[in-house]
């Protein structure tokens, strides 16, 4: 199993990163707090990775701190919970809120990540209430860890690409970033991802 890589990035999305090591190109998906804390194309990057093996593929999942992965892995062990939807649902909160909102039983929050419905949150907090106190303060990022409508800016084509792998609509999607851009939007993309998302319904 692969638990680790570092290597060369070659191509990063909001959902997914290439990283090259010896020559081989890894593809790898990734939660948007990791998308945030890899540096550029070229760049040196190192990701904890979890090796998720079916019968017809083989998957790698790559996160920047020990802290996702922990999570990440207590997703999945969620009854109905598979590694696609734990990586909308870390993706759906920074980690220390998922965490937060777990540990309290905040359905409500939970349900705002697409994709997620209300039993589905249910089952999270029931299941992860407990197991999740362990997860704080196992934060350290991984070291090495420094499209769209021509109208959008490449952080815009971003955070619409993420909120489509999110599930929303396109339309739902669009108008989220065009309420962001009315209100001033943020020059990163985490924040403006956040903020968009708030948006989505």
Not at 48 to 65: C, K, N, W
Not at 69 to 97: M, N
């Amino acid at each position: 199993m692969i638990g680790h890589l570092r290597g060369t990035v070659l191509e990063k999305h909001p959902n997914e990163v290439i990283v090259e090591a010896a020559g081989v190109g890894y593809e790898v998906l990734i939660p948007i707090s990791t998308y945030t804390a890899l540096p550029d194309a070229g760049a040196i990057a190192s990701l904890r990775i979890y090796t998720h093996v079916r019968e017809d593929a083989l998957s790698l999942f790559g996160f920047a701190t020990a802290e996702e992965k922990l999570v990440f892995e207590r997703l999945i062990s969620v009854s109905g919970i598979g590694p696609g939807l734990a990586i909308k649902v870390l993706s759906g909160l920074p980690t220390s809120d998922l965490i937060a909102a777990i540990r309290a039983g905040d359905v409500a929050q939970l349900v705002r990540i697409p994709g997620v419905g209300k039993k589905t949150a249910e089952r999270i907090v029931l299941e992860l209430r407990e197991k999740l106190v362990a997860a704080e303060g196992a934060g350290k990022t991984a070291p090495g860890i420094a499209g769209a409508a021509p109208a959008f800016t490449d952080i815009e084509r971003d955070v619409l690409s993420a909120l489509l792998n999110l599930g929303c609509s396109r339309p739902a999607a669009e108008e989220a970033l065009r309420k962001v851009k009315q209100r001033g939007a943020p020059d990163t993309f985490e924040p403006f991802f956040r903020e968009a998302m708030s948006l989505v319904r």
